[in-house]
């Protein structure tokens, strides 16, 4: 899973963003699997016949990084192989593609073209039945040829009545499919299957038929056993599994958010999104020494500031409750802006993104000086790809106030997600030099550094972290991030475990704890001495302490997966889809735990395959860097 530890996730966790650290994990898993698609196609099915360990497409090249010149090699390798071992039309071809150029048989005029029906065909020989059924399917193959479709669907189906090849039926097929008949194409492909269950082109065909009919299970099923069957060759087949995964996810994914509650995500997860702005005193009117009437509206919103100091599920519900209750009771004077701004923010965090929306404009409406509302506006924006918003609230929110350090923070994280690491690193820099104390500009700093490839210069930034923040874990939590993905496992696994155990110590000070640094250990046993053992009970404390933390649950399915625990693996990717906020980070868990279901479905379907992935992975071994790399 070196792609899980990439720096581009440990600075999403860094960043504390919510917009990243949310999908965080997701992200992950989409680089993960845009890296490994054959492995994430066959995990299942690898795992499951590798009883030895030896999972096959570890020791596999990769098929992908190969240049056109040689895929186009391949796959006519493929195909002359495959024409030799089946016979006319098992090339491994476009999914609805037409019939084969006719074998050389000789051409007969129309006149004088047998014709067969039901009761002629048995007084036929068995040599008179082959000779009818070619010259009858080069006729076919003629008619398709010249688009004159209902001429070849009827003289297919009398080469079938002589012999019930699965070319025939398949290029009935391929008429049906000209004319958009897909339940016909669907009948014809599964006819030639059940005679040849390992006809690629007809399950290319077939899984085509079914994704226009909008049945994309089936297809999804039916193009994933095309790429094992072709050995991966197939680049369209390829990119309609990732098109189907996501088609999959989709359409599950609105279905689940149709009867989703808003609820706040896990502790952790809220943690490190308010941790992104600068901690500061309760407001004047709202100090713990204000005498406030219990039933007054700046009570609850005081009490729901309270709350969010003790870091805990509880203690988030609690405040979110006394946001609301803030603002239903009203009477919150000169507080007003600051009671809408902190309600939209949890609407947020619970994925209420339309509710969250209209508290920030209305937060903004009564004090448009209050800047943090336009930063959080801009985070929403962002979460939506919509650049643009974003950067036009950060440019309004300098208008009111130019020297606020969360501008600049969260600005840079922007230019930090398009890449523009130049421009992050001056609004980093800028934002410590407003405010030195807030420890996450210097982080992010460090990290920016690294991405820009200046490694020196970023462990010094992490070496002046600790100096100047050596009581805080996350310094050395992020820090350990950086040695892992540099391969330093002894130093990465010292710093987590400093910040783990830093994290328990402060928990009755701080309240609840952040698991991140047990997740990370966890990782780096596993990528350093591919200790599943250790790593998943690393992950399991960490789900005890934060049972609904996405990056542990997503963790634990990755962990399981490598182990050929498939069916365990697959419970946990559904749960990170439960705990998803958002429909984006639903489709975005479920295409990979459909990408897991879909591949024990094919073992169970086409029972062959197993054979087959065994034989592919008997040239190779494990690749010496483990199975997540």
Known sequence: MASARSTTAAVDQTAHRLSQASTSTWQRIASWYGDNRVLA??????????????????SQPRVEKKGKKERRKAGKAAAKAEEGKAGDGKASEAAAGGPPAAAKVEEVPEEALPTVTEESVGQLSEAERKDYAAKLKAAGN?????????????????????????????????????????DSVIADTTAALALDPEYVKALNRRANAYEQAGRYADALLDYTASCILDQ???????????????????????????????????????????QSFRQRPLPAGLAETDDLSDGSGRFHLRKGLQAMRSRTGEAYAEAAAGFD???????????????????????????????????LNKSIDLDPSLVQSYVKRASMHLEQSNREAAAADFEIALEHNATDPDIFYHRAQL????????????????????????????????????????????????????????????????????????QKYGEAVEKFETAVEMERKGVGERGGMNVLPLINKALALFQWKQDFSAAEELCQKALIIDPECDIAVATMAQLLLQQGKVLDALKYFERAAE???????????????????????????????????????AAGGMGAGGPMR
């Open 579 to 617: 705990l998803s906020r958002t429909e984006g980070e639903v489709v975005n868990a479920l295409s990979y735990a459909e990408a897991t279901r879909t591949q024990v479905e094919v073992q169970e379907k086409y029972p062959g395959l197993a054979a087959k992935l065994q034989g592919m992975g």
């Open 415 to 486: 230019h930090f997600i398009l890449s523009e690491f130049s421009l992050a690193a001056t609004d980093y820099q800028k934002s410590i030099d407003l405010d030195p104390a807030f420890i996450f500009s210097h982080i992010q700093l460090g990290v920016t550094q690294y991405k820009m490839g200046s490694i020196a210069s970023s462990m010094a930034t992490f070496r002046r972290c600790i100096k100047n923040f050596g009581d805080k874990s996350d310094v050395y939590n992020y820090y350990g991030e950086l040695l892992l993905d540099q």
């Open 41 to 58: 196609w066959t995990v299942a099915g690898a795992t499951v016949v590798a009883a030895g360990g030896s999972i096959y497409y570890l």
């Open 232 to 274: 991966f060759r197939n680049d369209q087949a390829a990119q309609a599994v990732e098109r189907l995964l996501k088609k999959v996810a989709e359409t599950k994914a609105r279905a689940i958010m149709a009867g989703k509650e808003p609820r706040l995500p896990s502790p952790t997860f809220v943690s490190n999104y308010l």
């Open 325 to 359: 209750r803030a603002i239903e009771l009203g009477n919150l004077a000169d507080h007003e802006a600051y009671a809408y701004n902190m309600r939209g923010t949890f609407r947020y965090l619970k994925g209420d993104n339309e509710a969250a929306l209209g508290d």
């Open 142 to 182: 003629k008619a398709y040829g010249s688009k004159d479709y209902n001429r070849a669907i009827d003289l297919y189906a009398q080469a079938i009545l002589c012999k019930p090849d699965p070319v025939f039926y398949s290029n009935r097929a391929a008429c049906w499919n000209a004319m958009s008949n897909w």
